[in-house]
Structure formats: structure tokens, C-alpha cells
């Protein structure tokens, strides 16, 4: 009799536990990053975010790829029938990814003065960059252990286990940096404060994920005639599955990582002071924050659908895994265009609600950024479909070329004067298009795939751009109408508009049917939401 941990979720369900997992933590990021930007301030924020672009690259290389590889593998295996394998290979990623953890944390430990002066040229982010150095070890462990859940369609680990991460990082880093401030400490000792909370929230990660496969995953007997292949041979697997993957993803992260260089030397170029250049820097990454959500919801779709599509291929079933990348493309639509618009057509209300005292320019940065933000959630799905069907090579094509085109832009543009730091966010919106047009090739052709873009697209487009319609309107009206006047007035105008417009924007989509009543007996309750909302 299959424990609970080892009940399969189809990939829907396994996205939509993984879903409410987003929601809490980025309830709890909003807790952690707006505040923290008050409290560190434009500047401080800047050596903040300037640090976590390093750490992302490290990150991305070392957790991108390699649990995606863990997970398919771990997917194939469970589909054929093989226990002993799953265990087998997962001691073998354990090892893999600890030398890796290991290496990357030393790097960034003793090579953190270098990495802060000659590559963010930031000497302020030295300490925050070894602050940082102990959390990538314990992540790229913790990555191992939701990797095997992920494989065996378990997702509700995964999802405890982000929460508790990011609970505790949010606590003590708060509190870190808040005391450090107090107390009369510098910026760069602050920054450094609140970093260390995401190390202190890993070490609770990893605790609770030993705990949780030492009490649902028992291991299996190894001497039941089961041919298991040599533990070199799983750890090449892994490596040749994961690198390019690792390496495609942390493209986008040596990216980010250069966008302080940049955009310093450019607006300097453009005749801006380096003060004034940190400033608008530091408003840009308060704002990135914000572009960054709704690929945070798309995340659980991808972590999802890899196994799906990978256990149905190995299965022998490749139209259940072409109907399962069409319904995943349509659906990361639906999810990510209503909100890459509202963050577009709201863009003056949020920023100035939730970073009241930040550079004037973070609306227009915004406004920009909510229409990028959508083309990112698509090259997510796209490169997620492409890795779980065995090409996890194309997507570096892609990449690279996305990656090269928003250098070049924003290399150009930021010297403008009349454009200046609105430049990085129009790089960022023509470098993610051009990776979805390139991506959409590779399906057609590398997978035989034609999917309905129509389908896909059209119809979450026209509810989407109602949806933007009514939350702008709504939004002016209550701001002239309401007695409250102010930031209150403002966030009081923003939350009616935003209700209004998720209001809006549910009718739609059940009026044109974007989704389904089969989609919603995908998911947990859905069925009886269905009936609630008379979804045919």
C-alpha cells in the first residue's frame, strides 16, 4: 500500500501545490524585500541586490539544471518500475551536488573582495558576497532531496520545505539588518546582516527535507535482482542532462549579474554622477522585484511538467505528452498575461505605495518590465518542454542570442540621456521576445510539435487586455472619489482596482472558456470550483 509521499500528482495538482507554496512565500518576500529596501534605503539596497546577482550565478549553476536531470531521471525510473534505481541515483546526485556546493561556496568565501571589486565593482558588497558563500552549499543539498521528491510527482515537500526557507530568511534577516542599523553600523555591514538570513533559512531547509525522505522514502532492498547501472555512470547523467541545462539558465544570471556594470558605466556616459547612477540603479532593483512575481507563479508549472512529459515519453505515451506541453503553455498564459499587464497599467500606484521615497522613474521602469515579465514565464515553459523531452541543449541556443541582444540594447540605449536607465528595461523586453520566437522554432521543429498559438494566446490576450482596461479606470475613479487622500488613498484606490480587475478578468476568462471544467478537475477542489463558477 503507497504511503502518502508516494501518491502521484498529475501535473496540474503538482503545480497547483506548488502554487500555494509561491503565494506564501512571496507574501513573505514582500514582508522581507520591501521593508528591507526602507531600511537599507536606494544605496544600500543597490549592495543588496548587486550581492544576490553574484550569488544567483552560483546558484542558477549549481540548482538549475541539476535537479531538472535528478528529476527526469528519477521520473524515467519510477515509470519503469525501479525502486532500488531511485536510490541509487539519488546518492549518487547527493554526491554530485555537495563537491558542487562545496566548490562554489569556497569561491565565493575567499574570492569575495575580487568578485565584489573587479566584477560588480562594488568594494561595499565584499562582506555580503562571503555572508553568502555558506548558503550555497546548503542549497545545492537541499536541491537534491526536492529534486527526488519532484521526480516521484511528490511536490508537497518541495512546497513545505520553500516556505519554512523562506520564513526563517525573512525573520533573521529582518531582524539582522534592522539591529545592525540601530546600532550604528554602515550599510555594507547591514546588507551583509540581511544576507545572512538566506543562509540561516537553508539550514532549516535541509533539516526538514532529511527529515521528510528518511520517514516517506525508506530505502529499498538493493538485492532484488534489479540491474542498476554504476554510480560513475549516474553521476555523467546527471552531469550531461544538467550542465547544458545549468549552463543555459545561468546565462541569465551572469546577465543580471553584469547589469550593474553596465548601467553604471552607460549613465555615466550619458553624464550622470556615480551617485546618481547608484540611485537609479537601486530603484531599478526595487522594481525588478516586482517584474520577478509572476515568474515566480510560472515556476511551479516547470517543476511540474518536467516529470510529467519525461515519464510519459518513457512510457511509450507521446501524445499524452504533447497534450500535457500544449495544455501547460496555454495555462502559463492564462496565469502570466493578466498579471505582466497589471503590473504595466498599475505600475504608478504600486511602486509609489510600496516604495514611497524611491526615484520617480521606478513607475515608467515598471511599466515596461509588466510586458516583459510575460515573455520570461513563456521562455520558462518553453525551455522547461524542451528539457523534459530530452533537448536540453536547444534552449542555450536561444539564450545566448536573447542574452547578446539585450546587451547590445541596453549598451546603446542607457548612454541616451533622454533614456538613461529605461534602457535596461526595454533590453530586457526585446532580449526574452526574441528567446520566445527562437524556442517556438526548436518545439515546431526538434519535437514535431505545432502548438495552437491561437489557442494558446489570443484568448488570454483579449481577457488580459480587458482586465487593464477596468483596473486603470477603477483606479482613477476611486483615487478622485475616494475622502482618503495620501499614500492610504492611493493603496485603498490600488486594492479596489486590483479586486475589481481579478474580478474582471475570472468572468472573462470563463465566458471564453481559457480554461476549462477538465482543466479544473486537474487540480486539488478544483472540480467544485468549477461547479461554483458554472465553468463549462
Given at each position: 500500500?503507497?504511503s ?31 521593508p ?7 544605496y ?137 542599523v ?23 531547509s ?17 538485492n ?5 547501472e ?7 547523467n ?6 547544458p541545462?545549468?549552463l ?114 521606478g ?5 515596461i ?72 522554432l ?35 475613479v ?29 468572468l ?16 486539488p ?9 458554472h465553468?463549462?
Amino acid at each position: 500500500m503507497s504511503s502518502p509521499a508516494e501518491k502521484k500528482q498529475n501535473f496540474m495538482h503538482g503545480a497547483a501545490i506548488l502554487t500555494v507554496g509561491v503565494v506564501i512565500m512571496k507574501i513573505l518576500g514582500a514582508i522581507y524585500k520591501v521593508p528591507l529596501g526602507n531600511i537599507l534605503g536606494d544605496y544600500g539596497y543597490g549592495i543588496f541586490l548587486s550581492t544576490y546577482n553574484v550569488y544567483n550565478i552560483f546558484f542558477t549553476l549549481s540548482t538549475a539544471g541539476l535537479p531538472v536531470a535528478l528529476s527526469r531521471m528519477i521520473a524515467v525510473e519510477d515509470a519503469q518500475g525501479k525502486p532500488a534505481a531511485k536510490e541509487k541515483t539519488f546518492r549518487a546526485a547527493i554526491l554530485t551536488f555537495a563537491v558542487i556546493g562545496l566548490l562554489f561556496a569556497m569561491i565565493m568565501f575567499f574570492g569575495n573582495e575580487w568578485l565584489a571589486r573587479f566584477y560588480l565593482h562594488k568594494p561595499d558588497a565584499a562582506l555580503s558576497v562571503r555572508a553568502m558563500a555558506p548558503a550555497i552549499l546548503l542549497v545545492c543539498l537541499v536541491s537534491a532531496y526536492r529534486g527526488f521528491c519532484q521526480g516521484n510527482g511528490n511536490m508537497i515537500p518541495t512546497t513545505v520545505d520553500e516556505v519554512l526557507e523562506v520564513l526563517f530568511k525573512v525573520i533573521s534577516g529582518l531582524l539582522i539588518a534592522s539591529w545592525l542599523v540601530r546600532t550604528g553600523h554602515g550599510l555594507p555591514d547591514a546588507s551583509a546582516g540581511a544576507i545572512l538570513g538566506v543562509s540561516i533559512g537553508s539550514v532549516i531547509s535541509l533539516g526538514y527535507m532529511v527529515f521528510y525522505k528518511q520517514r516517506h522514502y525508506p530505502k529499498p532492498a538493493f538485492n532484488t535482482g534489479e540491474k542498476l547501472e554504476s554510480t560513475g555512470r549516474i553521476i555523467y547523467n546527471i552531469l550531461r542532462i544538467g550542465i547544458p541545462i545549468s549552463l543555459g539558465a545561468s546565462i541569465m544570471a551572469i546577465l543580471s549579474s553584469l547589469d550593474p556594470g553596465i548601467c553604471h558605466s552607460r549613465l555615466a556616459a550619458a553624464g550622470f554622477s556615480e551617485h546618481h547612477a547608484g540611485v537609479l540603479f537601486g530603484v531599478y532593483g526595487k522594481v525588478q522585484t516586482l517584474f520577478n512575481l509572476p515568474a515566480a507563479f510560472m515556476t511551479p508549472l516547470t517543476i511540474a511538467i518536467v516529470p510529467a512529459v519525461a515519464g510519459a515519453i518513457a512510457r511509450g505515451n507521446r501524445a499524452e505528452a504533447e497534450k500535457t506541453s500544449e495544455d501547460a503553455m496555454r495555462i502559463a498564459s492564462v496565469i502570466s498575461m493578466p498579471m505582466g499587464i497589471g503590473l504595466a497599467v498599475l505600475s504608478f500606484p504600486i511602486v509609489n505605495v510600496l516604495y514611497p521615497h524611491s526615484d520617480p522613474a521606478g513607475p515608467g521602469l515598471l511599466s515596461i518590465m509588466g510586458i516583459a515579465s510575460f515573455f520570461v514565464c513563456i521562455v520558462l515553459m518553453e525551455n522547461a518542454i524542451l528539457q523534459a523531452s530530452g533537448k536540453e541543449k536547444l534552449p542555450m541556443i536561444a539564450l545566448i542570442t536573447g542574452s547578446l541582444l539585450k546587451i547590445a540594447v541596453n549598451w546603446v540605449i542607457i548612454a541616451m540621456p533622454r533614456i538613461n536607465i529605461y534602457g535596461a528595461p526595454v533590453g530586457t523586453l526585446l532580449g526574452y521576445f526574441c528567446m520566445a520566437m527562437i524556442d517556438y522554432l526548436f518545439i515546431r521543429r526538434a519535437l514535431n510539435q505545432n502548438p495552437n498559438l491561437r489557442k494558446a494566446f489570443l484568448k488570454p490576450l483579449i481577457c488580459s487586455a480587458v482586465m487593464g482596461i477596468f483596473a486603470w479606470l477603477s483606479f482613477r475613479v476611486f483615487l478622485a472619489l475616494l475622502p482618503i487622500h495620501g499614500k492610504m488613498g492611493m493603496f485603498v484606490s490600488m486594492l479596489l482596482a486590483i479586486m475589481i480587475a481579478a474580478a474582471v478578468y475570472v468572468l472573462a476568462v470563463i465566458k471564453t472558456a481559457c480554461i476549462t471544467n477538465e482543466d479544473m478537475k486537474l487540480i486539488p477542489g478544483g472540480e467544485k470550483v468549477a461547479k461554483l463558477l458554472h465553468m463549462k
